[in-house]
């Protein structure tokens, strides 16, 4: 096999799926970092690049109806990608902000669950939802994107300074373990997104 075959085989939107990916793999740095450092700047940088992932998800749909270029490797490609961004980076930003206890653990951990299997499930009946047109006309489960909003959350509470024992809403015990109630928000969102509940595709 020739090096770099695959390569030559990638369509421009999959360069933009790609970084969506790489600004996923940036923002679990970047929470490292403040895991590390506990300077909260680096919670901001993490919310940044998911945002910037975002921006890239978008851009790399639109570039392949534009060029009307698809194919089933770039829609494994954009799949794998939002799980970084989308899935796992949003529940370890929460758990840098935080959501360390069992409980939440737990929560995090079906988060990223549901993201995969809604993701998966997405991948399998696209043809279907589409009736051979090609269109998929809507989402069944809400996006994995929308995890957006949980960032977003995540950072304005950082930029109060409600992270670590100041996380908003506190925390509780049970059974000799944490829950901090804001975690409860990523098994609602876990929840949303392996629901039947269809969503117009714009």
């Avoid at 992270?163 to 929840?191: D, I, N, R």
């Amino acid at each position: 096999m020739k090096p770099f075959s695959m390569i030559r085989e990638f369509h421009l939107a999959d360069w933009f799926t790609l970084g969506n990916a790489v600004c996923g793999v940036g923002a679990l740095f970047s929470t490292m970092t403040f895991l590390a450092s506990n300077d909260v700047v680096h919670i901001y940088y993490a919310a940044a690049l998911v945002f910037a992932a975002l921006v890239f998800d978008v851009l790399d749909g639109r570039i392949a109806r534009w060029r009307k270029k698809s194919s089933a490797m770039g829609r494994e490609l954009d799949s794998l990608a939002d799980i970084i961004s989308f899935g796992v980076a949003p529940a370890i930003i929460a758990y840098g902000c935080g959501m360390r206890g069992l409980y939440d653990r737990i929560l995090l951990a079906y988060f990223v669950a549901c993201g995969v299997s809604r993701l998966a499930r997405y991948n399998v009946t696209a043809e279907e939802i589409s009736q051979g047109t090609g269109k998929v006309t809507y989402f069944e489960g809400t996006p994995i994107p929308t995890s957006i909003v949980l960032v977003i959350l995540l950072a304005i509470a950082a930029q109060q300074g409600a992270v670590g024992e100041q996380l908003w809403f506190g925390s509780l015990s049970f059974a000799g373990f944490t829950l901090h109630p804001l975690s409860l928000l990523f098994g609602v969102s876990g929840s949303l997104m392996i629901s039947r509940i269809r969503i117009p595709k714009p």
